[in-house]
């Protein structure tokens, strides 16, 4: 099936993170692909990619990284679809680096920042879906049922406690 | 024509910011209601100014705020619409609280953060229009235009500046 | 015997840091209840679990999350009864993240904020203790005796620091 | 009429930050006392001023002060009444030194932090009324009544950004 | 004459800022190129600028940007030319942002980041003149001879604190 | 032989830390006492040992504490000693908490803040040489072999990275 | 009179702060010289500074210095003299930088921290005057009474508050 | 081969960081020599190690320091040599007391500043021949496979992401 989301990371050791967006979607049975480019070691690769996602159809654009986090950046200065960031946490200084570098965007080139490390890898797959649920009743519907589902997890967890 | 963005605010006193929100969806024609409502002093008006923006079809929903910005979050957590949130540089922390706290959402409830003040006002629109975009081959239209109207923004600029 | 404190947290993961409020309301045999319920993930059961304490006489609240923690302001947004929020360390930004959201409240919708992680769970007990203190002279009698202890439990450190 | 409430400030400085909870105290006509103190330049005053509300039956005391704010610290290892800190933003460090310095203390020995600033110095006057009304009636009521006010508030406020 | 260095800035508003570098590269006879252009809004303009500072034989660029500071990265990305970045305090954050986006870079595409603001503008030019002085007699000459000037810069002012 | 230096340590938890001074005076053959006593848990015996501190002819006061580090500050509020600060890392906050409450000390109380955990304690016990050092030529004369020694050290090791 | 301390300030900028340790000198009849001398433009002229300042029997050195504060700590590598250190508020950075540069100081070599800006100038006097205090029994009773006068200007603040 | 680059580092703790600077130099065939010396207990060295730099035709020089990093700093303030500066993460504070230190010298000595850690001491070198190459033909060569070469990596890892 035709991927509709394109996910980039920034290293291959940003994977472990990164794999949560890709499990997410799976889950929402949106296709997506899943690779690696730098901002800064293959620029040319990561603008080539863009253009190709934007012929493939793909409609939502994920990039994931860390320290100078310029990625989703330059990805959201080569293309109109919607690019959500995700900052990764892989320097000293905890991703406040990679936030500051994803979300201080300057008017006119926005990126969707999610939260540092894997909550932020999840609901990038969560955020994605949600573009696409506007269109997308089967989606709508999925996301509805993954938003009860939630609250459910939260009873069960709540029981747990409550025993304790 | 019926609104197809919510923008919230979460004081009257962001209006300077939040207003380049409004601005911004004018240029792109894309309808809009504004209005202010408080995650913690009218909890209940926010959440039916959610319950009501589903029901009329808003198919994005904004919120600005300032502090222990919480408006994002709490709109998010009762939609599944997506949900952009402007951090407001409101108390004496320079925005750094109301950018924590509207980005990092747990797992499974997005919030998709713009950067903090007039910037990240003006890329709620420009995002909010990229999301329709995907849909919408005007909008799409009307972002490539966008986008070469600021290439060439800069170049006027760069004369002046080589000119100086 | 009926609960006079109710604590909620916001993932079953915080539990190891808010047992540490239910382990010190017990020295003081206070009655309460622990459960989880999210902000975000559960918003519904959230303000369910407010008005229903308030139904059956609890007098204070405690709520720990970490991130953006937004539950003890949104469980402040529901109730006047007095709120003492704990910020947990969850997140790549050592709870800095949890504090802000948590402390830096609007006017007129106070949340007590205590130290980050184990200490402030502890505190949230001690100051529940307080605060039930002020109408209750077998409380504000533990309360001296607690503070006696400590002092002398400081004592005995200082000795065995001094032989060491 | 006997102070219920005592407010202390490091420096005649913070006056026009502390006024606020006094301004509030009376909205609620909750009898109280103001004064200077500081940690570290009237530390014996502080003391006394502590053991003397006890005396008088003070229920809750309020300490305000910037820089590295000890002043509600100092104040709650005298006493076991209710402390609520206000951190003020009087340094170069925008109040995250004073917010730090109030917030983070050890277990036993519980401050109950504000926002910075006059946000906090209007929720401490709140908070302290909170403290009251779980055993006063007529605060519940007033407390109540302020809350619907705060919301009808915002739906003035939302009238005049909407017809903006 | 032949320009030795690239200026870029990111917004004509930098020029405040960015214009120290010019008179100071001036101070040195060093010719120089001044222009604007954004990583995220002419991206293309920057790859070609870059490309032509190459024929041209330029010998060092440097890049003013602030918030989300991409330019420096973006450029050091196409070219193997030293690249000095200065950092720009142009969003509330007080340029920490501009300078973790300008200083975290990926090993292998180093930026030379500088002080933020004017400092950092300043010395972006005496940085390059140090570059091009490891091959140019001259310009060592004329660094130590800065250097001395700076020193009796220093003795003069002394002179005047001693005499108040 | 008589105490010149009184160490306190807010918590028998800092000893790890804190026993670096004591190594480092021993050093200097400069007898101490050391001890533990909290601000916040026994601020009674706090002001007690510096009230005998002076009796007994101290001349330095050393006081190491983590968190909302109050210690040094409340001693130096109840002498006209030198007193030293030492702050430690044992919160969420990395020591920037301990830091903050340590050095912003209002005008007029002093705290001479050292840097955080290990450095400092040994820093503390330097400093406090140096102090009496001002009045004592054995003491001068050690710091001299000291500074020597050090310089020997960097040489010694110098030579090892050298040969790696 | 022979100059007992030497205060040193990086920059004629830095005046307005530095002049308040000069004043509180005067008040405790202290004699000093201040003069200007940068680490890094006038390196020479610091340590010759230093080196005439031990032959001339001063025998405290202040120093003051904004953003890289190196000052204190490179006068501190070439004296075996208790140095303080002033760090001051002089970049975007609100001095953030000049404190960690001050304070962060390598094992042996220690700088004895004070607050950022005006209040840490006059507390360097302060601090100055409690070192030559441990051997100078005028001084120690001037800090007594400076002691004292602080504790009653407190109170008559205190009475103003009050009365308002 | 006589030594282009000298790399001093402040302790022989900072080797496993600044170790990856000489692997990278000698991948580019760049002789250099690598010791320790600190700015603070071994100043005189470090200035004797400067002068004999510049006289053995040393053309940059590379230093990487922790905690107040000031080698970088007071390296600059006796040469013209560019000096490039690793500021690293050696103390509790995650390396942004070492990024500041190095990052905010004063207007006419500049410090190169690198990522803090590793990915710094990497980018050290490469930088390093970045200055060389401006008039170094093979190295301008190197430089450019060494670019090609990072690009090539990223399709590799790209491959095993893919597949995975």
């Not at 990039?63 to 946490?89: E, K, N, Q, R, Y």
């Not at 990679?98 to 797959?125: D, R």
């Not at 994605?128 to 519907?141: F, N, W």
């Amino acid at each position: 099936m035709k991927a509709k989301v394109l996910i980039i990371m920034g290293s291959d050791s940003d994977l472990p993170v990164m794999e949560e967006t890709g499990k997410l979607l799976e889950e929402f049975n949106v296709p997506y692909e899943i690779t690696v480019s730098s901002a800064h070691r293959s620029p040319e690769r990561t603008v080539k990619l863009v253009r190709d996602a934007e012929k493939k159809g793909v409609e939502v654009i994920i990039a994931g990284a860390g320290a100078a986090a310029h990625l989703a950046g330059v990805i959201a200065s080569h293309t109109i679809l919607p690019v959500i960031g995700v900052p990764i946490d892989s320097s000293s200084l905890n991703g406040v680096d990679a936030l500051y570098s994803t979300v201080q965007m300057p008017p006119g080139v926005p990126v969707a920042a999610m939260a540092i490390g894997k909550a932020g890898a999840k609901n990038a797959a969560v955020f994605a879906v949600q573009i696409m649920g506007t269109k997308d009743p089967i989606l709508t519907s999925a996301l509805k049922d993954f938003k009860k589902k939630m609250a459910h997890e939260v009873l069960k967890k709540a029981k747990k406690v409550e025993r304790a």
